[in-house]
Nanobody
Framework: VQLQASGGGLVQPGGSLRLSCAAS????????IGWYRQAPGKEREGVSC????????YYSESVKGRFTISRDAAKKTVYLQMNSLDTGDTGTYYC???????????WGKGTLVTVSS
């Protein structure tokens, strides 16, 4: 099982980015995929999650209404559309194979998101 996050970059406050998590080694129908982020000096936190079996979604309070998680099963990819970004969203974003941090077995390599003017 391999997960690879991509799509990070530098964006101004108020801007948007779309992150992608490409999966290999399993079909997306079998797993939940979660997005996590880690800001400098802070612990990793859950941001959003999607159950690929029934497409239930979860968002942390800090991103609810601004971020949207979705999946493309054919491409084995989960997306995180991030709008209205602010400096507090800066961090390295990771995708993983669970919605609970304690249940993660596979982490993807992170992608850095920097929100700065």
């Amino acid at each position: 099982v391999q997960l690879q996050a991509s799509g990070g970059g530098l964006v101004q406050p108020g801007g948007s980015l779309r992150l992608s998590c490409a999966a290999s080694g399993f079909t997306l129908d079998e797993y939940t995929i979660g997005w996590y982020r880690q800001a400098p000096g802070k612990e990793r936190e859950g941001v959003s999650c999607i159950s690929t079996r029934d497409e239930n979604t979860y968002y942390s309070e800090s991103v609810k209404g601004r971020f949207t998680i979705s999946r493309d099963a054919a491409k084995k990819t989960v997306y995180l559309q991030m709008n209205s970004l602010d400096t507090g969203d800066t961090g390295t974003y990771y995708c993983a194979d669970a919605c609970r941090y304690s249940s993660v077995q596979n982490w993807g390599k992170g992608t850095l998101v920097t929100v700065s003017s």
